[in-house]
């Protein structure tokens, strides 16, 4: 969910031309509000402890998916000014 949610933000930043810091920036954005809703909310509305574990999880998978695209738009960015 969290790849599919960066892809989009990137894919509607760069359809929109809305220039390279915000294609950049838009896809990191969604992601991380994604794992602080998972992390924040799942205790909370449900109310228990256990059903926590998953979003915890995907709350610090979503950093490594977060590095991996920081990793590929520094290369991207990288060839471009090649």
Known sequence: ??????????????????????VTAIPVEVGIQNGTLAIASTPTLLNTSTIAIPGAIYGLLIFLTGAGFAWWTSCRQGLLKA
């Not at 894919?11 to 220039?19: E, H, K, M, S």
């Open 1 to 22: 969910m969290n790849v599919v949610a960066m892809a989009l933000g990137f894919a509607i930043a760069t359809l929109t031309r809305l220039g390279e810091k915000y």
